[in-house]
């Protein structure tokens, strides 16, 4: 079993900046590596993948954040992280980390996740 906790959401003027960090922990044994990721939801509307950050530690980013967020990660501390500056309004989402081992395979479009955080509201204001 698989726990994910997100912090660091909050309210922010556009143009601002934001961190979140995302702690996982794994009971049973489970081997926890990278194949996490940042999603986000607005009412109304699907999840959409914002991030990915891989089992080689290498990133992968929607076309919608390039150049603005930023994926890291702390294996020691199984902790991910999004960095993103520029924050426009439209970023305004519950923002929710993701763990699958599948999202390493069939990357940010895939459905296939089995363990998602609460979610961390982020709001960016004009």
């Known amino acids: 079993q698989v726990q994910l906790v997100e912090s660091g959401g909050g309210s922010v003027q556009a143009g601002g900046s934001l961190s979140l960090s995302c702690a996982a922990s794994?009971?049973?044994?489970?081997?926890?590596?990278?194949?996490m990721a940042w999603f986000r939801q607005t009412p109304g509307h699907e999840r959409e993948g914002v991030a990915l950050l891989d089992s080689q530690g290498s990133a992968t980013y929607a076309d919608f954040v390039k150049g603005r967020f930023t994926i890291s990660g702390d294996n020691a501390k199984n902790t991910v992280y999004l960095q993103m500056t520029n924050l426009k309004p439209e970023d305004t989402a519950m923002y929710y980390c993701?763990?699958?081992?599948?999202?390493?395979?069939?990357?940010?479009?895939?459905?296939?996740?089995?363990?998602w955080g609460q979610g961390t509201q982020v709001t960016v204001s004009s």
């Open positions: 794994a009971s049973g044994g489970t081997y926890m590596s990278y194949c």
């Open positions: 993701a763990f699958d081992p599948r999202l390493c395979r069939y990357g940010l479009e895939t459905g296939l996740v089995d363990y």
